[in-house]
């Protein structure tokens, strides 16, 4: 029995070194229900437009979908033991559900250029759909946080140095636009991918009669690829895709960080929950964000997968080339390391519990990311910018000189320093609660701004 779709040409064998380097099945064999599923469309194809037999077409058909249960089902019909890929898999499959020259005419007016164009595409669009899914969740898990914790106060950095009071909510808000926004680049991109382009075969299409329509309706694709040529040659699709998985990566990393840092003791603003942390081989103490690690370490390999598959295209003619035989590898690995961040991350952020005695604690002892506050409220009193902005860094070196806090300033000290503050007004103005309740400007950090943030996506994301 022959493993392979070509071959009466040659006079010579491949070598076992050639076979090995060349095949794909190892990876492409992800693709096994999506090339299936192609060739059942297309056997019907063939039998509706009399290109076979309707006796074969519905052979073909029935013994595809013999092997798609066996495939559903979680069994593997055979091994992959000197199969070149996943293509050769499927008709080998085939073989033993009908006769060999049955079997032989479901490749009829297709090549495996137009057929891992179609498995590949067919696969992006469920992939995309299920990182859209989870983003969904994640979403969903930030905003039960959000709504949990709505009046917890914490620090907003700058360079990494505590510059304001917010609500924590305010931040879990920002994650929640953050991934709207990647979810909808993500389907943008795989919007691409939404096109039919079995029917280019080669690269000039096929002097047979056949309905790419009629396969692109069946298979639930938007439209019909519209050049032979692009359809397979062209890669732009996953490139989109692995830009997008690499933002959304970067931006989950982000937020692995945060959550990294405000977990660590010296803040300890945030529990993570013990199923989500790891221990160490030498160390009986340690307790590790290590999933979080790994989640911020994952944008490292989105972005090398994104690099690797614009490093593949580059250059390359038109049209197809074996070169793409290697887009795969970074395409499965990107979609699969992202759903599992997404994953991995809603777990944190479902079982995430704030130390609000700490916080509490921590906004009472650095009072000095109130200075904001207290430069406003000069200037609502009619002082300039400028000035106001003077006055309260005076007030903030006459604090770091004495090494005391802003509340530690008696009136006495006060009248030397500014002649528009007392002790009354700076009690106010370095209360927490009251800080974040002055703040009026739209999508601040305001309790009826975030509450209008909550109640926003608590609707969008319903």
């Not at 076979?19 to 509706?48: N, R, W």
């Not at 057929?115 to 669009?125: E, G, H, I, K, S």
């Not at 290590?290 to 994952?298: I, K, N, Q, S």
């Amino acid at each position: 029995m022959s493993k392979k779709l070509y071959g009466t040409v040659f006079a010579k064998k491949n070598t076992k070194e050639v076979e090995d380097f060349v095949a794909s099945i190892d990876i492409d064999y992800k693709l096994l229900k999506y090339d299936i599923l192609g060739s059942i469309v297309h056997a019907k194809m063939l039998g509706k437009k009399k290109i076979i037999s309707k006796k074969d077409s519905q052979g073909l058909v029935k013994g595809l979908k013999n092997i798609l249960k066996k495939v559903e089902s979680g069994k593997t019909p055979m091994t992959f033991d000197g199969v070149e890929d996943v293509h050769t898999y499927v008709n080998l499959l085939l073989e033993k559900e009908v006769s060999g020259k049955v079997a032989d005419k479901l490749h009829t007016a297709r090549s495996r250029n137009d057929q891992v164009a179609l498995d590949t595409r067919m696969y992006c669009l469920d992939a995309a759909e299920e990182v859209a899914l989870k983003i969904i969740d994640l979403q969903k898990a930030i905003l039960k946080q959000a709504e949990k914790n709505i009046s917890v106060i914490i620090p907003v950095y700058t360079h990494l140095q505590p510059a304001q009071a917010i609500l924590a909510s305010h931040l879990f808000c920002a994650y929640i636009e953050m991934l709207q926004k990647d979810k909808v680049r993500m389907m943008h991109a795989v919007s691409s991918a939404d096109e039919m382009p079995l029917g280019a075969c080669a690269a000039r299409g096929t002097t047979l009669n056949i309905d790419r329509s009629f396969v692109a309706k069946e298979l639930g694709f938007l439209k019909v690829s519209s050049n032979s040529i692009e359809s397979v040659s062209s890669r732009d699709y996953i490139l989109e895709i692995l830009s997008a998985v690499n933002i959304l990566a970067v931006n989950l990393s982000r937020i692995a960080e945060d959550l990294i840092i405000y977990s660590t003791y010296e803040f300890s603003f945030i529990e993570i929950d013990e199923a989500y942390l790891t221990g160490s081989s030498m160390m009986p103490n340690k307790r590790n964000a290590d999933t979080l690690e790994l989640v911020r370490g994952f944008a490292s390999k989105a972005l090398g997968a994104l690099t690797q598959v614009s490093g593949l295209l580059k250059g390359l003619p038109h049209a197809y080339n074996r070169d793409m035989q290697f887009d795969k590898e970074a395409l499965f690995a990107s979609l699969e390391g992202i759903i599992a961040s997404l994953q991995i991350t809603e777990g944190v952020f479902k079982s995430l519990k704030f130390n609000k005695k700490k916080l509490e604690i921590y906004l009472a002892e650095n009072d000095f990311i109130f200075a904001t506050d207290l430069a406003e409220y000069l200037i609502k009193k009619g002082v300039s910018y400028r000035e106001a902005h003077d006055v309260t860094g005076k007030l903030i070196r006459f604090c770091l000189d004495k090494k005391i806090m802003i509340k530690d300033i008696t009136n006495i000290q006060l009248k030397k320093i500014c002649k528009y503050f007392n002790k009354a007004v700076l009690d106010k103005l370095t209360d927490a609660s009251h800080s974040v309740k002055a703040v009026k400007s739209e999508g601040g950090t305001s309790p009826v701004s975030v509450g209008k943030q909550i109640v926003h996506w608590r609707k969008a994301l319903k």
